[in-house]
């Protein structure tokens, strides 16, 4: 899909929190569907000041550039397929490449592999 500019997985294990933060570019919505959604406890986003409870099959659309935080309270792991997409419809025609041209620039961004790298998770299969 060429609208999509990252794909993953995002696993939160129970009982974790991700403290508050913000998104530092506005070039991209952040989509979430939930894949395994633990219903032991509340699992959940607070975006801008807005509560969402993820739902297996269901997903969210946000922009990351609002505080948002992440709660899963119960005994198992929340698992969301976790997808950045760039803004195109919402921007004038003529600053859909430039989005793109910074969106690439800040993938390869030295700073930014080092983080992904950190995240990775060694799996199991």
Known sequence: LPE???AMLSILSA???IPAHRGFYKGVYRYHLGLVVPDDAPVYIICGGQEYHWREGEGVLFDDTYQHEVWNKSSQPRIVLFLN???HADLPPWLRPVNRLV???IRRSPKLRRAAKRAEV???V
Do not use: E, F, W, Y
């Open 103 to 105: 969106r690439s620039m």
């Open 15 to 17: 009982g974790k929190h």
């Open 4 to 6: 999509v500019d990252t």
């Open 122 to 124: 060694a799996m199991d």
């Open 85 to 87: 997409i760039l803004r």
